[in-house]
């Protein structure tokens, strides 16, 4: 009898939760007048579904773009804080931005460094499996042109988002760098594909700043810049399971230009795979700046063919100076490959500050085109153990 009990009321909450009224509520654009069809400007539908769904007061809105259809952006902001503790924007279908350079329309609130901003939400999580496209490719022509009236356009920005989700998405042509993040604390960005051509200037995958506590893994960045760029301001980023190629790989910096005290620490880049890139794990500083990149790690890489697969530059754009970031407790570990130039290994260091503490353990990289590959160094304290190239300036073990 007790358990004919225990299942009467097991069966009692289930059915109740099941015959419940309450779902999370969604606001779909296509309610607010989007069509979907590529070619109008859907940007007033989105601002107004928006509205409704940062102010709705029920618990974990979502902000619905449906698949199957193709949105026309404008510039524009999403702008919080929401009344929700989480917010979603699912994405299932294609966002696009306009086609050409006259062709985008710039609000007079807004400044044109960005075509789709997120500020101040916390607990947003974005996602869906759908596509974004920056139509990039007129911004690069200017750029390469010299022509352009203002800088290109970073594509998503956010800013001040606590306990950011982006996952399941499709990210292509950005005008600038795909995704960039600004003030914001644990964040999750997972399950990403990034795409440009590898001659698209300045399209960086991901741009981190004065931000904690991030997560990015298990993505696919494939782009004429940085997969990722580590920037001021950051501390505590755990880089897993990217695979970059082409581009310029996963980059601490640059720090310190024009003279700027900037510094980044507590960064681990583990189980990376460099495919192509201009360059592998890469540290680099301007002369002239101050501040820091210390405690950083780089482990379980693969490197295939990679042009500098392994580097530290602290005279990034070198002229005289007496000031450097200083560049410290670095680990390059596990990290095996090809390289398809002659300098697998490049440690360049200011001469009156030096880089300390370099670690490498357990180095194996060899010549993509049957060469024999080098390491150069200078001005660089630390501990080579098992180095294949033999780094001269450091102390074997």
Same mark, same amino acid.
């Given at each position: 009898?007790?358990?004919q ?7 009692v909450?289930?059915a109740?939760?099941?015959?419940s ?6 606001f ?25 769904t940062c102010?709705?007061?029920h618990?974990n ?6 698949k ?22 699912k ?6 931005a ?6 985008w ?8 460094l ?6 101040e939400?916390s607990?947003?999580?974005?996602y869906?499996g759908?596509?974004?496209d ?13 022509k ?7 594509a998503?920005?956010?800013h ?6 982006l996952?399941q998405?499709?990210?292509i ?7 960039s ?11 990403l594909?990034?795409i ?5 200037p ?12 991030i997560i ?6 494939e ?6 760029? #580590?920037n001021?301001?950051? /501390?505590?980023?755990d880089? =897993?399971g990217?695979? %970059?190629g082409?581009?310029h @790989? &996963?980059?601490v ?13 507590k960064i681990y ?38 042009n500098?697969?392994?580097i530290?530059?602290q005279?990034?754009n070198?002229?005289?100076s007496v ?9 390059f570990?596990?990290?095996r ?8 290994i ?6 009156a ?9 357990g #180095?194996?990289?060899?010549s /993509?085109i049957g060469?024999? =590959?080098?390491?150069s %160094?200078?001005n660089?304290? @630390? &501990?080579?153990t098992?180095c294949?190239?033999y ?7």
């Amino acid at each position: 009898m007790k358990f004919q009990f225990v299942s009467f009321v097991m069966f009692v909450v289930v059915a109740a939760a099941a015959a419940s009224p309450y779902t999370s509520p969604s606001f779909n654009v296509l309610d607010y007048g989007a069509v979907g069809n590529g070619k109008n400007d859907e940007t007033r539908a989105f601002m107004d579904a928006w509205k409704d769904t940062c102010s709705e007061v029920h618990d974990n809105p979502t902000l619905l773009i449906p698949k199957g259809k193709t949105f026309m952006l404008q510039p524009m902001w999403f702008q919080g804080p929401c009344n929700s503790a989480t917010i979603y924007i699912k994405i299932e279908g294609t966002i696009i931005a306009p086609n050409n350079i006259k062709a985008w329309k710039w609000p007079n609130n807004i400044d044109r460094l960005t075509w789709i901003r997120f500020i101040e939400i916390s607990g947003l999580v974005v996602y869906g499996g759908g596509l974004i496209d920056g139509k990039g490719a007129s911004w690069w022509d200017c750029y390469s042109n010299t022509k352009c009236e203002s800088e290109n356009p970073t594509a998503l920005h956010f800013h001040a988002c606590e306990n950011l989700i982006l996952r399941q998405l499709t990210h292509i042509n950005s005008p600038r760098n795909h995704i960039s993040l600004n003030a914001c604390h644990g964040s999750h960005i997972s399950e990403l594909h990034i795409i440009a051509p590898n001659e698209s200037p300045n399209t960086d995958g991901i741009d981190i700043a004065e931000s904690s506590n991030i997560i990015i893994e298990n993505s696919k960045i494939e782009t004429g810049d940085d997969c990722i760029a #580590i920037n001021h301001g950051s /501390s505590s980023i755990d880089i =897993v399971g990217i695979f %970059c190629g082409p581009g310029h @790989g &996963i980059s601490v910096g640059s720090l310190g230009r024009n003279g700027a005290q900037e510094s980044v620490e507590k960064i681990y880049v583990r189980n990376c795979t460099f495919n192509g890139t201009t360059n592998g794990a890469r540290i680099k500083t301007w002369i002239g700046g101050q501040g820091y990149a210390r405690k950083v790690t780089f482990e379980d890489i693969i490197v295939i063919e990679a042009n500098n697969p392994v580097i530290i530059d602290q005279e990034y754009n070198p002229y005289d100076s007496v000031y450097a970031v200083k560049v410290s407790d670095v680990t390059f570990r596990n990290i095996r490959g090809t390289s398809i130039s002659k300098h697998a290994i490049q440690l360049h260091c200011d001469e009156a500050l030096s880089c300390t503490n370099i670690i490498l353990e357990g #180095i194996n990289i060899t010549s /993509s085109i049957g060469e024999e =590959v080098h390491a150069s %160094c200078k001005n660089v304290n @630390g &501990i080579c153990t098992s180095c294949i190239p033999y780094v001269p300036c450091l102390f074997q073990e």
